[in-house]
């Protein structure tokens, strides 16, 4: 049986040497899912899996797909199941991969989300700014995601994204460059 808030690193189905950016390929939907999603209605328990292996399952998709507001949560010190992360979360794992006007959204954040997240943390004012994004924009994105306004807080969200990427002079053509740079060296 299931606890309550069990999430797939419970599921036999999750193969955990298959993994892929952060996600376990999942044999009864065929396709790459976090550790930390939710279960689904398929979902049969795997008998035997340590907690610290359902844990190093989760840490591995934790550390993918949600570099800003796990910036955030790290500098100001939350819990790392805060609402802001469980909001995004859900709404980064479940929601807009079935939204194909999206597509464009996760493939831009995956790709230069990381070096924005570094560059939030290595900000000498991150606590601060941090600070500022919590309160202009994520208890925003929160509030609207609560009231099921997927679109207007997935705008919320592109709004932040926009303002750090301004911030921090980080394009994907700016992370190209420094590959090709790098490449050449």
Do not use: W
């Given at each position: 049986m299931f606890p309550f808030d069990a999430d797939c690193s419970y599921c036999r189905y999750l193969r955990p040497s298959d993994e892929k950016k952060g996600k376990f390929y999942c044999e009864k939907k065929r396709e790459y899912v976090s550790a930390r999603a939710s279960i689904c209605s398929m979902a049969a328990e795997v008998m035997g899996?340590?907690?610290?292996?359902?844990?190093?399952?989760?840490?591995?998709?934790?550390?993918?797909?949600?570099y800003v507001v796990t910036a955030i949560t790290e500098i100001l010190d939350l819990d790392s199941d805060n609402i802001?992360?469980?909001?995004?979360?859900?709404?980064?794992?479940?929601?807009?991969?079935?939204?194909?006007?999206?597509?464009?959204?996760?493939?831009?954040?995956?790709?230069?989300?990381?070096?924005?997240?570094?560059?939030?943390?290595?900000?000498?004012?991150?606590?601060?700014?941090?600070?500022?994004?919590?309160?202009?924009?994520?208890?925003?994105?929160?509030?609207?995601?609560?009231?099921?306004?997927?679109d207007t807080s997935i705008a919320t969200y592109s709004q932040m994204f926009e303002q750090l990427k301004d911030r921090y002079g980080i394009s994907k053509q700016n992370i190209e460059q420094k590959k090709l740079i790098c490449k050449d060296v």
């Amino acid at each position: 049986m299931f606890p309550f808030d069990a999430d797939c690193s419970y599921c036999r189905y999750l193969r955990p040497s298959d993994e892929k950016k952060g996600k376990f390929y999942c044999e009864k939907k065929r396709e790459y899912v976090s550790a930390r999603a939710s279960i689904c209605s398929m979902a049969a328990e795997v008998m035997g899996r340590p907690n610290c292996d359902k844990e190093a399952l989760r840490r591995i998709s934790r550390s993918h797909g949600y570099y800003v507001v796990t910036a955030i949560t790290e500098i100001l010190d939350l819990d790392s199941d805060n609402i802001y992360m469980s909001s995004f979360r859900y709404l980064r794992d479940v929601i807009l991969p079935n939204m194909i006007d999206y597509q464009d959204f996760i493939a831009e954040y995956d790709y230069i989300g990381p070096a924005i997240a570094e560059r939030l943390k290595s900000d000498p004012e991150s606590q601060t700014y941090a600070e500022y994004l919590r309160v202009c924009f994520l208890d925003q994105f929160v509030a609207q995601f609560e009231s099921n306004s997927i679109d207007t807080s997935i705008a919320t969200y592109s709004q932040m994204f926009e303002q750090l990427k301004d911030r921090y002079g980080i394009s994907k053509q700016n992370i190209e460059q420094k590959k090709l740079i790098c490449k050449d060296v």
